[in-house]
């Protein structure tokens, strides 16, 4: 019998180090009227996820918005739930880089916690897309045009000195320029063309052709295209979702399994309850 896994998440992510904070934010709290309302999981999932991102934007200090916030916010949403109790420390830390490895490749992940000797399992059981409105900041005094894109969400380097369009096209108005070596945020990729919406100061502000930009796995952080200065408007977006299950075999033979829903987002992943 063949089995079928699902296709790869376009790779655009590395591998970062992890590490914990005592600290966290609260915010992603703000939708709930208490916390009574919520289990164990989902808000060891919100606190662990917002103090991943956290961590995610001062891993290698201050470095990797691209590397750390995706990373950072898996991290701290898989450390936030019950699952990682059965696990050492090093042990979580397999478990986050398993999780990873399926998200990127598609292939299931088998790892051992060096410590306590517990084996893990780790795969995506599900995986969709989706066309969906996304709130994007843009600076309208400069896009002309805002197209359905596919969201990427990472930060990207020029590979030489390029225009900023207002539009996916050079028939658009140049806006600006890029230098070679110049970071910046790709908020995603225009639909059926090859010309990449990008972000600066918070805000999508023109387009660049694809093949003028590659991805950079290590740039300092930048303000989140969600809620930066600019009009915020809805954008047709395309994300796509992943289900990545986790299973646990301690060596008394005991069994525990969580799932989390990783998705894309303008800013990097979004971690949601599966």
């Known amino acids: 019998m063949t089995i079928s896994h699902p296709p790869p998440l376009r790779t655009r992510v590395k591998r970062a180090s992890w590490a914990l904070v005592a ?3 609260l915010t992603a709290l703000s939708g709930c009227e208490t916390m009574g309302e919520m289990n164990p999981d989902t808000l060891g999932t919100l606190i662990g996820g917002s103090a991943g991102a956290l961590v995610g934007s001062q891993v290698g200090g201050g470095s990797g918005r691209l590397v750390a916030t995706g990373v950072g916010t898996i991290a701290g949403a898989l450390i936030g739930r019950e699952i990682a109790r059965h ?17 990127e490749t598609g292939q299931p992940q088998s790892w051992e916690d060096p410590e ?15 066309r969906r409105e996304v709130p994007v900041s843009v600076k309208r005094d400069r896009v002309d045009e805002m197209p359905p894109i596919d969201l990427i969400g990472s930060s990207y380097r020029a590979t030489a000195s390029s225009n900023v369009r207002g539009g996916p096209s050079t028939e658009y108005r140049s806006v600006g320029s ?25 805000a999508a502000d023109g387009f660049v052709a694809t093949r003028l930009l590659t991805p950079a796995p290590q740039q300092p952080q930048s303000p989140p295209v969600t809620g930066g200065e600019g009009e915020v408007m809805l954008v047709q977006a395309e994300r796509t979702c992943s289900v990545n299950t986790t299973r646990v075999t301690e ?11 990783i998705c ?6 979004v971690i949601e309850e599966a």
């Not at 696990?87 to 399926?102: C, F, H, I, P, Y």
């Not at 894309?264 to 992943?269: A, R, V």
């Open 23 to 25: 600290g966290f934010s």
């Open 116 to 130: 306590t000797g517990a084996r893990g399992q780790t795969e995506v059981t599900q995986r969709s897309t989706q």
């Open 251 to 261: 060596p008394d033979g005991s069994v525990a399994e969580d799932r989390i829903r």
């Open 178 to 202: 890029l230098a070679a070596g110049q970071s910046v945020h790709v908020v995603g990729k225009v639909e059926d063309r090859d010309w990449y919406l990008i972000a600066e100061e918070g």
């Open 87 to 103: 696990l050492s420390r090093s042990g979580q830390q397999e478990m986050v880089d398993a999780n990873q490895r399926a998200l």
């Open 264 to 269: 894309e987002g303008p800013d990097g992943y």
